[in-house]
Each structure stands twice: as structure tokens, then as C-alpha cells.
């Protein structure tokens, strides 16, 4: 796949579906990992987070997988890779425990607020999920 650079453009957002695959958190993942693939830039995105989280319950290393992304050419190549090294049954855990995770409990984290200022403005009932589509709508409103 072609590197992204996510200078220009935010990943996927966190709720979109990955070639069949049920798991929130993945297209956006991917993108993020094929931002760090030579060309690409990851601008302000990080791995560390929710994407890693994602990683580590699926039982997927993340250098395994953007290796798996740099060799393939479309989502459903990257989409059958992971459905052979994980479980599909840990995904709606996976997909519940994404889903539980609010703004509110992270309003008294400065270093949090400090890289995500939209929570300010979010209630605090609002999920983490919807939270980064807010803060990449903003981010790239002006862009």
C-alpha cells in the first residue's frame, strides 16, 4: 500500500468499517500505520493510544502489521491477514470496551486536554470514539 500523509488529511475515523471486519479503531489504525511507512508522514497522530491499545488486545505486534501493510495492495489483503492472527470472537469485548471509554474520565489529565483542547468543549458522557472525529473535524476544518 502506498504511505498517507496525515499532515494533509486525517486517518479514517474510528468508527468506520475495515473490509468486513467489525472492529472500531482499525481503519483509522491502519492509516496511522501507513503514515510511518517510508513517504509517509504521520503529522500529529500518534500510534501510541488507542491504536496500540487496539494492537495488544487483537495479540497483533505492530511491526507485523505494518509490515503486512506495506506489502498489500487493497484493505481486504490487510483484512484477511488479521482475521488469521486474531480471534474474532474477542471483538465485540474489544468493540464494548472502546465504546465504554469517555471524555470525562480523562478531564483531569492536563497532558490529555493538552492534546485533545476539544474536550473542553465536549460533554463529558461523550465517548472518546466520537471525541477524535470531533477533534480531526476541527483540526482540518481550516486546512
Known amino acids: ?76 489483503e490487510i483484512a484477511a491477514w488479521i482475521r488469521e492472527h486474531s480471534d474474532a470472537a474477542t471483538y465485540p469485548e474489544i468493540n464494548a470496551a472502546l465504546e465504554r471509554l469517555t471524555v470525562g474520565e480523562r478531564l483531569n489529565d492536563p497532558q490529555f486536554v493538552a492534546r485533545y483542547p476539544i474536550t473542553r468543549r465536549l460533554p463529558p458522557e461523550t465517548s472518546r470514539l466520537d471525541m477524535l472525529i470531533a477533534d480531526d473535524e476541527e483540526s482540518f476544518a481550516t486546512r
Open 1 to 76: 500500500m502506498d504511505a498517507l500523509d496525515l499532515s494533509r488529511r486525517p486517518p479514517r475515523s474510528p468508527r468506520q468499517p475495515f473490509a468486513g471486519l467489525d472492529l472500531l479503531m482499525l481503519a483509522r489504525t491502519v492509516d496511522k500505520l501507513r503514515a510511518t511507512l517510508p513517504g509517509g508522514n504521520l503529522g500529529s497522530y500518534q500510534i501510541t493510544g488507542f491504536s496500540s491499545h487496539l494492537l495488544e488486545k487483537l495479540g497483533i505486534a505492530e511491526a507485523l502489521l505494518r509490515e503486512t501493510i506495506a506489502r498489500a495492495r487493497t484493505d481486504e
